[in-house]
C-alpha cells in the first residue's frame, strides 16, 4: 500500500508563490508517474502538472505554465509543485497523484491509483 500526504497549502495574496509538498510512505518503489490536480468548488479534478520518476518526461496545464514547477526527490519520497505568481484562479484544493503504471504523464484521473487527502490553497486578490 501507499500513502500520499499533501503539505504546503495556505491563504496567500495574489503574486506570491507557495511550495506545495507530497509525501509518501508504503511501496513508494512502486511509483513510477506522480501528478499534482486541483479542484474548485463546482469541479471536477483537473489536471495541473506530472512528472514521470525519473524526472524524464514533465507536462503542465497551460494554465499552470511558466508559473508552476513539478520536481520530485526520489531519495526523500517526496514529489513538489512549486507555485509562483499566483492568481485568484488558483484557489482550489490541491491533491497530488502516484501510479506504478505507464510510461507518460497522463492527465486523466483514471490513470492514478493512488490520491492524497489534499491541501486547501486560496489565493485573495
Known amino acids: 500500500q501507499v500513502q500520499l500526504v499533501e503539505s504546503g497549502g495556505g491563504l496567500v495574496q495574489a503574486g506570491d508563490s507557495l511550495r506545495l509538498s507530497c509525501a509518501a510512505s508504503?511501496?513508494?518503489?512502486?511509483?513510477?508517474?506522480v501528478a499534482w490536480f486541483r479542484q474548485a468548488p463546482g469541479e471536477g479534478r483537473e489536471f495541473v502538472a506530472g512528472?514521470?520518476?525519473?524526472?524524464?518526461?514533465?507536462d503542465y496545464a497551460d494554465s499552470a505554465k511558466g508559473r508552476f514547477t513539478v520536481s520530485r526527490e526520489n531519495a526523500r519520497n517526496t514529489a513538489y509543485l512549486q507555485m509562483n505568481s499566483l492568481i485568484s484562479e488558483d484557489t482550489a484544493v490541491y491533491y497530488c497523484?502516484?501510479?506504478?503504471?505507464?510510461?507518460?504523464?497522463?492527465?486523466?484521473?483514471?490513470?492514478?491509483?493512488?490520491w492524497g487527502q489534499g491541501t486547501q490553497v486560496t489565493v485573495s486578490s
Open positions: 497523484a502516484a501510479s506504478p503504471y505507464g510510461t507518460e504523464v497522463s492527465r486523466d484521473t483514471t490513470t492514478y491509483t493512488y
Open positions: 508504503g511501496q513508494t518503489f512502486s511509483l513510477y508517474t
Open positions: 512528472m514521470n520518476w525519473r524526472g524524464s518526461t514533465t
